[in-house]
Structures are given as structure tokens and as C-alpha cells.
């Protein structure tokens, strides 16, 4: 059988684990939150250039489908309906 001490000073340095675990999980978390920033930050410079293709604002219909439709949808509306 383990001496109190000893549990006490594994459960301390489990702790200390999972707490330096939960810190670089945050700190990657605000990183891939950041990318994801900056991409969301190009997707709408690209999308106001005209000069890029298929990165158009939206139609005032909300598409950018030429005949006003949306694919995923099909002709008859969503995906299933008639």
C-alpha cells in the first residue's frame, strides 16, 4: 500500500499534467482561431474582387448561381422535397 504522502505527490503531478495539458490545448485552440480569422479575413477580400472567379458576393437573391437556384437543393427544392 502507497504512503499518503506518496498518493498526495502523484495526485499533485497528475494534476500539474492535466493542468499544463489544458494550456497548450488553449493555446493551440487560439491558434487555430486565429487562422481560421485570417482565412475568413481573405475569403472576403477575395470575394470582393471580381478579378477572382467563383468569389463574387452573393446575388441580392442570396446566390451565386447563375439561374438563381442552389444545386443542393435541386429543382423542386430541398434535397427531398417535391
Known sequence: MEHPEKADD???DLA??????ADRLEK???EV??????????????RSDT???GANPPT???TNFP????????????VGGD
Open 10 to 12: 502523484r495526485v499533485t
Open 16 to 21: 500539474d499534467d492535466l493542468e499544463a495539458e
Open 28 to 30: 493551440h485552440g487560439n
Open 33 to 46: 482561431e486565429g487562422r481560421i480569422d485570417e482565412a475568413r479575413d481573405e475569403w472576403d477580400r477575395k
Open 51 to 53: 478579378s477572382v472567379p
Open 60 to 62: 441580392p437573391e442570396g
Open 67 to 78: 439561374d438563381g437556384g442552389n444545386p443542393a437543393q435541386g429543382e423542386g427544392g430541398p
